[in-house]
């Protein structure tokens, strides 16, 4: 069962209810001091995933690698296309009613939304790991942060927040199955490697999210495409020359 993906999405679509509910009843402060807790919570699960980690120099060179070809790819632009796409019938459903927001804010904002909650890092990494452990640790603490940041983002933008949760309970599921293939190719070292490169995208969302530095979270996205075959490959070939 995608527990995790099931929660995660469910605590999008109510948090976007209540944000909705709930409107501009928060200072401009408030959520910008509440986004800084987001971001320190999202450093600490990622500081808990990268510390069991089995082979550091196959997960720098993933990262290294990974976020070259995701730079290379304009991985980070061919999502925010995406994630335009996917907001036309989404503000079409659900139009801008917020007479203080422009309609290219509403649409600008709506955007950002949809890639953090549907091409996050942590998102595609616990999707993963949901299907190939079984563990929803990752997935249950981000539905905690995503909760709450839907009711913020929908204090602006309204109801259409909610929506969100169903292109990202489907894109997480796809995630979900195909970890179960993955699996059986896998040892428990690779999976080490495999949290600890998610926990690395993780870290870097946190700076992202207090706005200490943006990091290209997107396109480092392939890291966790090429950190299982680099930890075999390191451990197999390279371990044994040392």
């Not at 919570?41 to 070259?68: D, E, N, R």
């Not at 495409?225 to 040392?242: C, K, Y």
């Amino acid at each position: 069962m995608p527990t995790g993906v099931i929660i995660n999405a469910a605590s999008v679509l109510f948090g976007g209810l209540l944000g909705g509910f709930l409107d501009d009843k928060f200072s401009e402060q408030f959520k910008n001091d509440i986004t800084l807790i987001f971001g320190v919570c999202s450093m600490g699960m990622g500081i808990y995933s990268i510390a069991p980690m089995k082979y550091m120099p196959a997960v720098i060179f993933a990262l290294v690698i990974g976020t070259g070809i995701g730079l290379w790819m304009h991985l980070g632009q061919w999502i925010n296309k995406g994630a335009m796409e996917m907001q036309k019938p989404i503000s079409k459903l659900f139009p801008n009613t917020k007479t203080e927001m422009s309609h290219e804010d509403f649409i600008n904002t709506l955007v950002t939304v949809i890639v953090l909650f549907c091409a996050s890092g942590t998102g595609i990494y616990g999707s993963l790991d949901n299907g190939m452990t079984g563990d929803t640790t990752i997935l249950i603490s981000k539905s905690v942060l995503d909760f709450f940041t839907a009711a913020i983002f929908a204090c602006n933008l309204g109801y259409v927040v909610s929506i969100i949760a169903i292109p990202q309970f489907i894109l997480f599921y796809i995630l979900f199955l195909l970890a179960k293939f993955i699996f059986p190719l896998t040892n428990p070292n690779m999976i080490l490697d495999f949290k600890a490169c998610g926990g690395f995208l993780m870290l870097a969302t946190g700076f992202r999210m207090v706005k200490l530095k943006m990091f290209p979270i997107a396109d480092m996205i392939p890291a966790m495409v090429i950190i299982m075959p680099l930890s075999w490959i390191w451990a197999n070939w390279f371990l044994p020359l040392l």
